[in-house]
C-alpha cells in the first residue's frame, strides 16, 4: 500500500482538496486498495474545524464530497507512518521538514513538482480562486499518478 500525506498551512483548503481529488482518481481508476491518502496542517490555527466552503463547493461541482474530513496537524511520526509527504508551497515545505526533523528518506516533496512547470499551489485562503487551485491541485495529482507509474509502483 502507498501512503500519501498531502501538506497545507491549515488543512481546510488545498490539502484536503489534494486528499480527495487523488482519492476520486484512484477510485475511479479501481486501485483505491493500492493507496491509504489524508491531509494535515502545519499550523495549529485550523484544527478540528471542517473542510473550508470553497474548497467543498469546487469539490461538489465535480462530484467529489470531503465529508467527515476535519482538519489535523502534522506530527513527527507522521514521517515514518508515511511514504510520501506532499506539500503544496515553499513555506509549507520549510515547516514540514522542521516537523519532521529531517528527510534522510526524500520522501518530503511539493506537488506541483510531479509537473512539467513546478510552483506552489495557487492558495485560495487569499485569492479566493478555487479554480486555479484546484486546476493546481489536479495537475499534481495527474503528475504524481504518473510518476508512480513511471518508478513501477504502479502498472
Given at each position: 500500500m502507498i501512503k500519501i500525506l498531502f501538506v497545507c498551512h491549515g488543512n481546510i483548503c488545498r490539502s484536503p482538496m489534494a486528499e480527495f481529488v487523488l482519492k476520486d482518481m484512484v477510485q475511479k481508476e479501481g486501485i483505491a486498495n493500492e493507496f491509504y491518502i489524508a491531509s494535515a496542517a502545519t499550523s495549529t490555527e485550523e484544527i478540528g474545524n471542517p473542510v473550508h466552503h470553497g474548497t467543498r463547493s469546487k469539490l461538489a461541482q465535480v462530484g467529489i464530497s470531503t465529508s467527515g474530513k476535519y482538519a489535523v496537524q502534522m506530527k513527527r511520526s507522521d514521517y515514518q507512518e508515511y511514504d510520501y509527504i506532499i506539500g503544496m508551497d515553499s513555506w509549507n515545505y520549510r515547516n514540514m521538514l522542521r516537523i519532521a526533523?529531517?528527510?534522510?528518506?526524500?520522501?518530503?516533496?511539493?506537488?506541483?513538482?510531479?509537473?512539467?512547470?513546478?510552483?506552489?499551489?495557487?492558495?485560495?485562503?487569499?485569492?479566493?480562486?478555487?479554480?486555479?487551485?484546484?486546476?493546481?491541485?489536479?495537475?499534481?495529482?495527474?503528475?504524481?499518478?504518473?510518476?508512480?507509474?513511471?518508478?513501477?509502483?504502479?502498472?
Open positions: 526533523g529531517k528527510d534522510n528518506k526524500e520522501k518530503i516533496s511539493l506537488l506541483l513538482d510531479y509537473t512539467d512547470h513546478p510552483r506552489d499551489v495557487a492558495d485560495p485562503w487569499y485569492t479566493g480562486d478555487f479554480e486555479k487551485t484546484y486546476d493546481d491541485v489536479l495537475a499534481g495529482c495527474q503528475g504524481f499518478l504518473a510518476y508512480l507509474r513511471q518508478q513501477g509502483k504502479l502498472a
